[in-house]
C-alpha cells in the first residue's frame, strides 16, 4: 500500500486471490519461475526494503521513553532474530521439531517479540489495572 498507495480492500483481496491461483496453477507456476532472478532479486528488494521501512515508522510511535519494557521487547527481538544469521547453528540443541522456529530469523524474532511483549506489558497492563480497582 505505501508503494502505490491504493487502500481498497477489494484490491487486497484481488491480489490475494492472483496469489491464490498462481499456486494451484501449474503453468502459472513455471511461468513465474521461469522470471530471471535479477528481477526476481529486484522484486525482492524492494519489498523487503519497503518492510524494513513500515517496520521503522511502527517503532517510531512506541514510547521507549517513559517504559523501558518496549525498549526491551525491542532489543531483544532484534538480537533474538540476529543470531540466527549471524550464528545459524545457535540453536542446535533444541529439539528437531522446534527448529523450523530456531533457524528462521523472521520466526524467530516474531516468537521472542509476542512473548515478551505479552510478559512484560501484558502484566504491566495488568497491575495497572489492579491498581485502578
Do not use: Y
Request: proline share 5%; aromatic share 10%.
Amino acid at each position: 500500500m505505501n508503494i502505490t498507495g491504493v487502500r481498497s480492500h477489494w484490491t487486497v483481496a484481488l491480489a490475494g486471490g492472483f496469489l491464490v491461483v498462481l499456486g494451484l496453477s501449474p503453468v502459472l507456476a513455471t511461468a513465474i519461475a521461469s522470471l530471471p532472478k535479477p528481477v526476481v532479486g529486484g522484486a525482492g528488494f524492494v519489498i523487503f526494503g519497503t518492510l524494513v521501512v513500515v517496520g521503522m515508522k511502527t517503532l517510531q510511535k512506541i514510547d521507549f521513553d517513559t517504559t523501558f519494557n518496549n525498549f526491551m521487547v525491542v532489543g531483544l527481538s532484534v538480537a533474538m532474530a540476529m543470531i540466527t544469521i549471524v550464528k545459524p547453528g545457535f540453536f542446535q540443541f533444541m529439539p528437531e521439531w522446534s527448529q523450523v522456529v530456531f533457524h528462521s530469523p523472521v520466526i524467530m524474532g516474531a516468537v521472542t517479540a509476542i512473548a515478551m511483549n505479552a510478559a512484560l506489558n501484558g502484566l504491566s497492563m495488568r497491575g495497572q489495572a489492579a491498581i485502578a480497582h
